[in-house]
C-alpha cells in the first residue's frame, strides 16, 4: 500500500510558493530573443492540421513589439531620471546644506562636489557624504544678510 505525504503540512504548502516565486523570477528575465525562439518552437511543433491562424501569430508578434517598446520606453526614463538628479544636484554646488550623512550625523556646510553613485546623486561637504534625498535644507554661502523691509505707504 502506497502512502501519500501530508499535503497539508506548512513544509510543502512553503516549497509550492518557493517553487512559483522561483518561476516567477525566471519569467521576468525574459527578453525578446527568448520570446522569438519560443514563437519559432511553438511554429515548429505546431499540429500541421490545426496551424496556428494569422491573427494569434500577429497578436504574439504585437506583443513582443509591445515588450520591446516598455523596455526601451524603461531605460529611457531612467536614463532621463539620472541626468535630472545629476543636474539637480550639480546646482547645489558652492551651496550650504543641512542633512544627515552616510553615517547618520547631522552635517552642515559647503557642497565641494556632486558624484553619482550606485544609480544616486551624492553631495561631498568636506570630508561627509550626504545624498540628496538626506538634505533637510539648502542655502546660499554667501551669508550677505537681508535687507531690512521698508515701509513704503504714505502717511497722511
Known amino acids: 500500500m502506497s502512502s501519500v505525504p501530508n499535503t497539508g503540512s506548512a513544509s510543502s504548502y512553503d516549497w509550492l510558493n518557493a517553487a512559483?516565486?522561483?518561476?516567477t523570477d525566471r519569467m521576468n528575465d525574459l527578453g525578446m530573443s527568448d520570446f522569438i525562439r519560443m514563437m519559432v518552437a511553438e511554429l515548429e511543433n505546431q499540429d500541421p492540421m490545426n496551424?496556428?491562424?494569422?491573427?494569434?501569430?500577429?497578436s504574439q508578434i504585437s506583443q513582443m513589439r509591445s515588450i520591446t517598446s516598455s523596455e526601451k520606453l524603461s531605460s529611457?526614463?531612467?536614463?532621463?531620471?539620472?541626468?535630472?538628479?545629476?543636474?539637480?544636484?550639480?546646482?547645489?554646488?558652492g551651496k550650504t546644506v543641512t542633512g544627515v550623512d552616510t553615517l547618520g550625523n547631522t552635517v552642515t556646510g559647503k557642497v565641494?562636489?556632486?558624484?553619482?553613485?550606485?544609480?544616486?546623486?551624492?553631495?561631498?561637504v568636506g570630508s561627509s557624504i550626504i545624498r540628496t534625498e538626506n538634505i533637510t535644507s539648502i542655502g546660499n554661502t554667501d551669508s550677505k544678510p537681508s535687507p531690512e523691509p521698508t515701509d513704503d505707504t504714505d502717511e497722511a
Do not use: H, R
Open 20 to 23: 512559483s516565486g522561483e518561476a
Open 51 to 58: 496551424p496556428m491562424s494569422n491573427t494569434e501569430m500577429l
Open 76 to 93: 529611457t526614463v531612467e536614463a532621463l531620471a539620472m541626468g535630472q538628479s545629476l543636474a539637480t544636484a550639480s546646482t547645489m554646488i
Open 112 to 124: 565641494d562636489k556632486v558624484v553619482i553613485e550606485d544609480g544616486s546623486a551624492k553631495l561631498y
